[in-house]
Every structure is written in structure tokens, then in C-alpha cells.
């Protein structure tokens, strides 16, 4: 991988969410150096932590601005983010 890849928190979540994609396909092919494939798995679990962080903050952001008039929290059933996605080699 290049170093001239963005810091990991500079990418907007559809460009971090992309690159992951991109990685993991480039891994599962097999086709990659031992040294690249463990850069790409690194740079993978970097860009897999943010996107999870940011999606844990917008289901805080969410859940601030269901609270209803008079204060209380107003609960809206929901599912949580998918987070059992791995890379594997």
C-alpha cells in the first residue's frame, strides 16, 4: 500500500467504508505479497474500528435527539450495526 493513503479519520465514512471493501476483496483474492497482505489487514482493522466508532455515535446522536418535549427519553425499538464483519485471510 501506498503511504500516500489518507489518516484513517480525515476519510468520510462512505471513502473509509469503500477502501475496507477494497481491501478485503484484494485479500480475499490471494494474489497479494505476504508483506502487503498484512499492511492491508492492518490498515483494514484501522478503518474497521473508525467506522464502528462513528456508528456508535450516531446511534448516541440518534437517541439525543429522539427525547420527547417534557425531557424524557422516548426508546424507539431499533437494530444495532451489523459488527460481526471480520477480515480474515
Known amino acids: 500500500m501506498a503511504t500516500s493513503k ?45 467506522l464502528r466508532a462513528r456508528l456508535e455515535d450516531a446511534e448516541q446522536k440518534v437517541s439525543v435527539l429522539l427525547k420527547d418535549v417534557d425531557g424524557t427519553d422516548k426508546l424507539v425499538a431499533g437494530e444495532a450495526a451489523d459488527t460481526s464483519d471480520r477480515l480474515s485471510f
Not at 24 to 34: A, F, T, V
Open 6 to 50: 489518507k489518516n484513517v479519520d480525515e476519510l468520510t465514512y462512505k471513502e473509509a467504508s469503500t477502501e475496507l471493501e477494497l481491501i478485503i476483496r484484494n485479500l480475499e483474492s490471494g494474489d497479494m505479497e505476504l508483506e502487503e497482505s498484512l499492511e492491508s489487514y492492518t490498515r483494514g482493522v484501522e478503518l474497521l474500528r473508525s
